[in-house]
């Protein structure tokens, strides 16, 4: 039996999805820049996936741009911002647990000169506005906080610090990566008060690659792509059509059925972290007290310390029977570094190399769920024996 949870990593696309970008690559394939007949077929494409963003964000549609994927999103956001505002203040805001798209970037900014404040965050890996309203002055010019963490799954107060940021300044731009989040919320930027807000495909069932960043129709920016001027400018490079195409039919797909799919969700979510807490030493990461049916936090992610078994050991053991998880951020997988996250909520150090992360989508049974928790019982104790003879 296969078992893939693994989504925050990545998801498995919608078959609509591929069958939608095979046409446009085969059949539809023009540049939208062309003026023919095939490169106006192409620009409908575009045209589609704006208006379904703009309709699901409840924004304009000149303020979507479309991009590479969320790194590229939360680079332009930081970088454009800095650069245009920087005669304004050089004062940056970010959380400790961002992703490394954000954190790294923030280090770059540093080297030029920015300052750059990192907000802690408490045990369930939430900020304080508090920390946030005493961390602001008049220079700051940008604060960038992560919808949803894709570790842990803690979901920031964004309306409330949207709310925050421009009671106290109405010229800081609030930036928000929602890389976790689109999908598995609501998410209005004009609404929460936030002026940009990276998304990417591929979380979200749609194609790798590619990704959008809202912007502002009030926001300062500068592009960090040169070239041919493609989207007002802002971000040059051939549009990719099938890309882009596909994502906009992720996102309706996403949040065509959205109240039931959450539902499920957080359904698996309650019904594998049930079952998890039967294994002794097991610790699950995040859960807010008021919620520990996991509802206070995002419905497809569960961080798991398996005490005395190290999580590598623990994510191949699985991945012999089948079963796909991952030991942290799929962005860090591959470093053997602690996870930030992990660190910043004050985990047991022991801990630190034990923690797997569980992330459900739509297409996650409770069949799969009931053959990962059986491997998990018969797995780990023997693990654990086999880590104490060494």
Not at 337 to 358: H, M, N, V, W, Y
Not at 364 to 387: A, G, Q
Request: hydrophobic share 35%.
């Amino acid at each position: 039996m296969e078992v893939y949870l693994d989504n925050s990593a990545t998801t498995r696309a919608f078959p609509e999805v591929a069958e939608l970008m095979t046409k446009i690559m085969c059949e539809d394939y023009g540049n939208p820049s062309s003026l023919h007949l095939k490169g106006i077929a192409a620009e409908q494409y575009l045209r589609y996936a704006m208006a379904t963003f703009s309709r699901l964000l409840k924004v304009n549609e000149k303020e979507i741009l479309f991009t590479s994927g969320g790194t590229e999103s939360d680079n332009l956001a930081l970088t454009g911002c800095a650069h245009a505002n920087g005669r304004r203040g050089r004062h940056l805001i970010t959380t400790r647990i961002e992703h490394p798209a954000i954190l790294n970037t923030m280090h770059h900014l540093e080297s030029e000169g920015y300052r750059v404040t990192y907000l802690p965050v408490n045990a369930w890996g939430l900020i304080s506005l508090e920390d946030l309203q005493r961390a602001m002055t008049a220079d700051t010019i940008l604060v960038s906080v992560m919808h949803t963490n894709n570790e842990i799954g803690a979901v920031q107060p964004i309306a409330q610090a949207g709310e925050l940021i421009k009671r106290m300044n109405q010229y800081t731009l609030f930036h928000v990566d929602a890389v976790q989040g689109f999908g598995k919320a609501r998410i209005y930027p004009k609404k929460m008060g936030i002026d940009l807000l990276s998304v990417s495909g591929h979380k979200i069932h749609g194609p790798k690659g590619v990704g959008l960043l809202y912007i502002g129709d009030k926001v300062k920016i500068q592009p960090i792509l040169h070239g041919g001027g493609q989207q007002r400018n802002l971000r040059s490079g051939t549009d990719n059509v099938p890309g882009i195409a596909g994502f906009a039919k992720a996102a309706e797909l996403v949040y065509e059925h959205y109240e039931d799919d959450i539902k499920r969700l957080y359904q698996c979510k309650r019904y594998f972290m049930d079952g998890v807490r039967k294994i002794q030493g097991v610790k699950i990461n995040g859960l807010l007290p008021d919620f520990p049916d996991g509802t206070g936090s995002a419905p497809h992610i569960v961080s798991v310390s398996v005490s005395g078994v190290r999580s590598e050991v623990l994510l191949h053991a699985l991945e012999e029977e089948g079963i796909y998880v991952s030991a942290g951020s799929a962005c860090a997988a591959r470093k053997p570094q602690p996870s930030e996250t992990l660190k910043a909520i004050g985990i047991d150090k022991t801990l630190l190399d034990s923690t797997i992360r569980f992330s459900f989508s739509v297409y996650t049974t409770i069949e799969e769920i009931d053959y990962t928790l059986r491997i998990m019982y018969d797995k780990i104790p023997i693990l654990r024996k086999y880590t104490r003879r060494r």
